[in-house]
């Protein structure tokens, strides 16, 4: 049995907060737009659901990644939904809903996609002016971030696998907005377990070279349960 409905249906979209972290900064992929509505304005990378053909989505988060993609050329990364942001006057051309989802991208290892002609990373602390509400989603997911980096150490997705102790408090500052000493802060680390030391040191570095840490998901997951909160 087919059902039709005769009422206006909106368009659906998702939008990316890309997040990505350069050793010292926390930053943001964005696309210029090539057409209007804010032409040559600086958008988040997104795009509508694909609702036919072989390749449609299969539901929001579908699109999110399918986007994400074309954007990094990557697959097997952390994306999570924010939040829908259904304003009637969110876009010029009609009503627009978008499901806003974040994800967590190493940036050594994005190799970019269709788009990346136009796409370039920006710092999160000195943004351009964005299309649309899009400032607006930025700021739910560093929010969302930061409440989540509390309780589980989705950080480390944005780090390369191995690294020093120095990047990850850099990483902790950029996301959270705050400065931590720097005993207190490997201390905590080490502590919790949420890190070894590898018998490894960075190579070619000046005077005394750094340890290099990984990451320990065994002991996260014992953490988790636990219920343990992450602050400093």
């Known amino acids: 049995m087919?059902?039709?409905?005769?009422?206006?249906?909106?368009?659906?979209?998702?939008?990316?907060?890309?997040?990505?972290?350069?050793?010292?900064?926390l930053k943001i992929l964005l696309i210029e737009r090539g057409i209007a509505p804010y032409k040559g304005c600086w958008a988040l990378?997104?795009?509508?659901?694909?609702?036919?053909?072989?390749?449609?989505?299969?539901?929001?988060?579908?699109c999110a990644k399918r986007e994400l993609k074309e954007e990094t050329g990557l697959t097997n990364v952390y994306v999570e939904q924010l939040q829908?942001?259904?304003?009637?006057?969110?876009?010029?051309?009609?009503?627009?809903?978008?499901?806003?989802?974040?994800a967590l991208v190493r940036i050594s290892e994005v190799k970019g996609g269709?788009?990346?002609?136009?796409?370039?990373?920006?710092?999160?602390?000195?943004?351009?002016?964005?299309?649309?509400?899009?400032?607006?989603?930025?700021?739910?997911?560093?929010k969302r971030l930061r409440e989540k980096l509390r309780f589980e150490p989705i950080g480390f997705d944005l780090l390369d696998k191995k690294f020093t102790m120095t990047k990850l408090q850099n990483l902790y500052e950029a996301i959270m907005g705050v400065k931590y000493d720097?005993?207190?802060?490997?201390?905590?680390?080490?502590?919790?377990?949420?890190?070894?030391?590898l018998d490894e040191k960075v190579t070619g570095a000046p005077n005394k070279a750094?340890?290099?840490?990984?990451?320990?998901?065994?002991?996260?997951?014992?953490?988790?349960?636990?219920?343990?909160?992450i602050d400093f």
């Open 114 to 142: 269709d788009d990346a002609a136009r796409a370039e990373w920006k710092d999160l602390d000195n943004l351009p002016a964005l299309a649309f509400d899009h400032q607006q989603i930025v700021d739910f997911a560093v």
């Open 210 to 229: 750094p340890y290099l840490f990984k990451f320990n998901k065994e002991r996260y997951e014992e953490l988790k349960i636990k219920g343990v909160k």
């Open 45 to 62: 990378p997104g795009g509508f659901l694909k609702m036919e053909g072989e390749d449609k989505d299969r539901d929001a988060l579908d």
């Open 84 to 102: 829908a942001f259904t304003a009637s006057n969110r876009d010029p051309r009609e009503w627009v809903i978008t499901i806003a989802h974040y």
């Open 2 to 25: 087919t059902y039709t409905y005769n009422h206006p249906h909106p368009a659906v979209t998702t939008d990316c907060v890309i997040f990505g972290f350069d050793g010292e900064k």
């Open 182 to 197: 720097r005993r207190n802060f490997s201390k905590k680390m080490l502590y919790l377990g949420l890190v070894e030391r």
